[in-house]
T-cell receptor, first 115, second 114 residues
Framework: SAVISQKPSRDICQRGTSLTIQCQVDSQVTMMFWYRQQPGQSLTLIATANQGSEATYESGFVIDKFPISRPNLTFSTLTVSNMSPEDSSIYLC????????????FGSGTRLTVV | AQSVTQLGSHVSVSEGALVLLRCNYSSSVPPYLFWYVQYPNQGLQLLLKYTSAATLVKGINGFEAEFKKSETSFHLTKPSAHMSDAAEYFCASAGMDSSYKLIFGSGTRLLVRP
């Protein structure tokens, strides 16, 4: 299965600034997904990123706040823009590794604290 | 729309007792289903998954789950709880449409009493 390197692993940021999270996969994958896990909560899908097309955002998430790039089949970035303390969460990328929806691999996550 | 419901945000069992964590899915077509475990301050670990083969799926650490289409359920069980099983458990569903989005339930925190 794929191995994901996600950076940074954690960061403390000032409100009003932006942070870009990188997700590098060791093999080519079609679909990449970005999730948010707020403190004590489950994982919520932010968007699906396919190479060569704009990301598809879930309800409640917008491109201006969470711009995503997917320049090739092994890399994606998620930016958290104009951060507020409410953005303090763990952000995870994931890739589909099985046929259809039969398998997924997750990055280790980025723990973001906004002060 | 695809959704996953986990009944019980907290489940408490005694060490050695049966563990039962409930998960129901909502989908017109039986999806792929997963159980993940997350220990404090750690990442997600796949326990087991159902991908339309055997309806009784065995996973790691003695856990198993049974897919029941008639009940739209995929409950997780373990015959005998161990203190090390204390963690957060997430049920997830992958849609059978072309999006293949993995949608998570709200999670169940398992507490194991000595």
């Amino acid at each position: 299965s794929a191995v994901i390197s996600q950076k940074p692993s954690r960061d403390i940021c000032q409100r009003g600034t932006s942070l870009t999270i990188q997700c590098q996969v060791d093999s080519q994958v079609t679909m990449m997904f970005w999730y948010r896990q707020q403190p004590g909560q489950s994982l919520t899908l932010i968007a699906t990123a396919n190479q060569g097309s704009e990301a598809t955002y879930e309800s409640g998430f917008v491109i201006d706040k969470f711009p995503i790039s997917r320049p090739n089949l092994t890399f994606s970035t998620l930016t958290v823009s104009n951060m507020s303390p409410e953005d303090s969460s763990i952000y995870l990328c994931s890739v589909q590794t099985g046929i259809g929806g039969s398998g997924y691999t997750f990055g280790s996550g980025t723990r973001l604290t906004v002060v | 729309a695809q959704s996953v419901t986990q009944l019980g945000s907290h489940v408490s069992v005694s060490e050695g007792a049966l563990v039962l964590l409930r998960c129901n899915y909502s989908s017109s077509v039986p999806p792929y289903l997963f159980w993940y475990v997350q220990y404090p301050n750690q990442g997600l670990q796949l326990l087991l998954k159902y991908t339309s083969a055997a309806t009784l799926v065995k996973g790691i650490n003695g856990f198993e789950a049974e897919f029941k289409k008639s009940e739209t359920s995929f409950h997780l069980t373990k015959p005998s709880a161990h203190m090390s099983d204390a963690a957060e458990y997430f049920c997830a569903s992958a849609g059978m449409d072309s999006s293949y989005k993995l949608i998570f339930g709200s999670g169940t925190r398992l507490l194991v009493r000595p």
